[in-house]
C-alpha cells in the first residue's frame, strides 16, 4: 500500500469498501454463503461435505466462480498495459451490471454468480508482475500484516504503510455495513446500487490516469 500514489491508496480503499458492499448484498442473497471470502466458502464446503453432502454443491460452486473471475480478471489486467485497473474495472462493472439485469429477470442464482465473477475479477486491480501486492476482497493477509506491524512498534522498529492495511480492512467492513442497509431497503435490487458504486470507480481510475508501476511490498 506504501508505494502506492496517494489518489490511488484512496482508489484501493474505496475499492475494498465496493467489495464488503458487494459481499454485504451477496451475503444475504445466498442465504448466508459469500460471494469475495472464499476462506469461509471453503468451511462452508467442508462442513456440508459431512452434514448435508447435497447442499455442498453452493460452495463449491461460488468457488470455482470466484477462481473464473479471477482468470477473467487477470486476463484483462495482462492484456490492458498501463489501463489495466480500469479496464478491469469496466469488467467488474459489466458482470455487477448483468447481476443486476439477472435479478431484474427474477434470477437471485444468477445475480449471486455475476457477483462473485464481479468479487473474482476485483482482485486484478492493482495486478503487477505477476500477481496482485493485496487482496481487495479479503483482509485476513491484510490484518496480519497490520498486527505484525503492530508488534514491530511496540518493540521500536518501523514499518512504512502498515496503517494502511487497517484502512483497507476498514474500507470492507463500512462497505458491508452499507450493503447489508442496503439489501434490508431495496432487497436484491441492492447490486444495482453496487453497479453504480463501480461506475463510479472507472471514472475514478480514469481522473487518475495510467497505472502507476506497483512493486510487490508483501502485503
Known amino acids: 500500500m506504501q508505494r502506492l500514489s496517494s489518489s490511488q491508496r484512496r482508489l484501493a480503499i474505496g475499492l475494498a469498501g465496493l467489495a464488503g458492499f458487494v459481499d454485504g448484498v451477496g451475503f444475504l442473497s445466498a ?23 447435497h447442499m455442498a454443491r453452493i460452495p463449491a460452486l461460488l468457488i470455482g466462480g470466484f477462481v473464473l473471475g479471477v482468470l477473467a480478471g487477470g486476463v484483462v489486467a ?35 454468480g455475476c457477483m462473485v465473477l464481479a468479487m473474482g475479477a476485483l482482485n486484478n486491480s492493482f495486478q503487477r508482475d505477476g500477481g496482485s501486492p493485496f487482496g481487495l476482497t479479503y483482509m485476513t493477509g491484510a490484518l496480519v500484516r497490520f498486527g505484525q506491524g503492530l508488534a514491530y512498534w511496540l518493540c521500536g522498529k518501523t514499518v512504512p504503510g502498515f496503517g494502511g492495511l487497517l484502512a483497507l480492512w476498514f474500507g470492507l467492513s463500512s462497505g ?44
Open 78 to 112: 495482462l492484456k490492458s498495459g498501463m489501463q489495466q485497473t480500469r479496464n478491469v474495472l469496466i469488467l467488474v462493472t459489466a458482470l455487477l451490471l448483468g447481476g443486476a439485469l439477472a435479478y431484474a429477470l427474477g434470477s437471485v442464482a444468477l445475480s449471486v
Open 176 to 219: 458491508a455495513v452499507a450493503g447489508a442497509l442496503a439489501y434490508s431497503q431495496f432487497g436484491g435490487w441492492a447490486v444495482a446500487l453496487a453497479c453504480a458504486l463501480s461506475c463510479i470507480a472507472v471514472l475514478a481510475t480514469i481522473r487518475i490516469g495510467p497505472d502507476p508501476t506497483i512493486h510487490h511490498d508483501g502485503e
Open 31 to 53: 442465504n448466508g454463503y459469500f460471494v469475495s471470502f472464499m476462506s469461509g466458502n471453503t468451511t462452508r464446503l467442508a462442513v456440508d461435505l459431512v452434514t448435508d453432502t
